[in-house]
């Protein structure tokens, strides 16, 4: 009897199907130009930001969470690549892609996922032959813009051009919400980058949303509306991925490019979007993925969005041959409960360069009217790489303007103007979020190997850029 049953068993086990866990899909939002004050959890007196709010008490909320550049475009390199985007030149707003970069969706379409882009791309021409537009960055579909967009906006729709009707964040959220759809039908993975171009200027709020600022001066109620707006079609994305089944694996991971804007609340930290002082870097940053973080969590740990590329690949369980150094480090071990302090520090660099502008409204329209006379011009002649991105020849001897390295509580600045002495700063973020007690002089030591660790790690930024990577 009892062998009978053993055979049974064994049997049993042998002829049993293995099972295999279902890939997670990945949902990557970004807003542009909300600084880390720019949330009613955050403490901001007038901005009304249900969804948010909601996320930040039942999700994972970043209180220390970075943008790798003080602006747009850089930082949205640093999500493609896991790379500060100096590397790669993509130095200030603008600025590109270089084309041999290996980007998280190349990385995931490789490993069966489809991919979609929809909204703020920034990171190069959005003519479908440019080697720097989103479906020659690994992106399967695309909905996307060359910068910033408010109501009615000019679009790219896989290379064409479309103006489309609606408020912008709710625009995209509807296309990817689309497109998520159809990968649940298909039973396939799918990592979607919805990139919101709000609350950047200009800004042009609705009806409903200016309602709820009547109190509020007209610039400051149009930016609020904005924000509200973007919280709004979060809504609609959570709904949305609930309804087509997708939400319990899924990972939506929520982020801004840079710190705040004139119009926008810093929550009391020094500085703005463009400098590399708190304020130009800390950025809100929830998480929400019910199949594995199941309770809400306010995480202190220094995180920053050069995690985000090596954290997603080794959670969809892929490797990327010839990988390039990388900046940025997995959280998954944060997300099993396994870190509770950052192994490795942070490096910034606001390089001494200037943004290139990108009218959305305008590249467009002269893109759509070159299509309706069908006389579009190749992207290397209408919307070329600057040259200066592919260069190789740049010194590592010079670091100009401001760079930091950000290690554990302690922040160190590298100030190097065009005329003028070599300047430090650092500070203790525990004791001094605001960076206004310089403790140079009282941790010498400390200060000494900070320096050294920085100027290491921006001299193999600089080899990278040369082409040591390649």
């Known amino acids: 009897m009892i062998r009978t049953a053993l055979i049974a068993l064994i049997v049993g086990l042998l002829l049993a199907k293995p099972t295999h866990a279902a890939p997670p899909n990945f949902v990557l939002c970004m807003a542009d130009d909300q600084g880390w004050g720019d949330m009613a959890y955050n403490g901001h007196p007038a901005l009304k930001t249900p969804v948010f709010d909601e996320l930040a008490k039942s999700a994972w909320r970043f209180d220390r969470f970075y943008a790798a550049a003080p602006v747009c475009s850089p930082t ?28 998280v969706a190349e990385a995931l379409k490789s490993a069966g996922y489809a991919t979609g882009h929809f909204g703020k791309w920034h990171l190069g021409s959005l003519r479908a032959d440019s080697p720097v537009s989103p479906g020659q960055s690994g992106f399967d579909t695309w909905l996307s813009s060359p910068n910033f967009f408010e109501i009615d906006p000019w679009m790219c729709d896989n290379g064409k051009a479309v103006q489309m009707k609606g408020e912008g964040s709710e625009v995209i959220v509807a296309r990817a919400l689309r497109f998520i759809e159809q990968q649940q039908q298909a039973g396939k993975p799918f990592l979607a980058v919805i990139w919101f171009g709000s609350p950047h200027n200009p800004h042009v709020g609705i009806e409903q949303d200016l309602a709820l ?102 959670l969809a369980g892929t490797k990327v041959e010839k990988q390039p150094v990388l900046d940025g480090i997995s959280l998954v071990p944060l997300l099993d409960g396994q870190l509770s302090k950052r192994n490795k520090p942070i490096g910034f660099w606001d390089y001494a360069t200037r943004g290139l502008p990108a009218k959305s409204a305008d590249l467009l329209q002269e893109l759509a009217a070159e299509q309706a006379a069908g006389q579009q011009r190749p992207a290397a002649e209408a919307e070329p790489i600057h040259p200066d991105q592919l260069r190789t020849d740049y010194p590592d001897d010079t670091f100009p303007r401001h760079s930091a390295w950000l290690d554990g509580d302690w922040k160190l600045h590298r100030i190097e103007p065009p005329n003028g002495k070599l300047k430090w700063e650092l500070y203790n973020l525990k004791e001094d979020e ?18 050294t660790d920085l100027q290491t790690w921006l001299k193999s930024v600089v080899a990278s850029l040369n082409g040591a990577d390649n």
């Not at 801004?256 to 809100?284: F, M, Q």
């Not at 605001?434 to 320096?451: F, V, Y």
């Open 76 to 103: 949205r390199a640093s999500v493609m690549t896991g790379r500060t985007p100096n590397r790669m030149g993509a130095f200030s707003w603008g600025w590109t892609l270089r084309p041999q970069e290996i980007t």
């Open 213 to 314: 600022y009547q109190d509020q001066p007209k610039k400051q109620r149009h930016f609020l509306a904005e924000i509200t707006a973007m919280d709004r079609a979060m809504g609609q994305l959570r709904d949305g991925l609930r309804q087509h089944k997708a939400a319990e694996n899924t990972l939506l991971w929520y982020c801004s490019d840079n710190g705040a804007i004139p119009e926008g609340s810093t929550g009391g930290l020094r500085g703005k979007k463009g400098n590399l002082y708190e304020g130009g870097l800390r950025v809100p940053a929830l998480m929400e993925w019910p199949a594995r973080l199941k309770d809400h969590r306010r995480i202190d740990v220094p995180c920053c969005t050069v995690d985000i590329y090596p954290t997603l690949i080794e």
């Open 434 to 451: 605001k960076e206004t007690t310089d403790l140079l002089a009282k941790e010498p030591d400390r200060a000494a190997k900070m320096q």
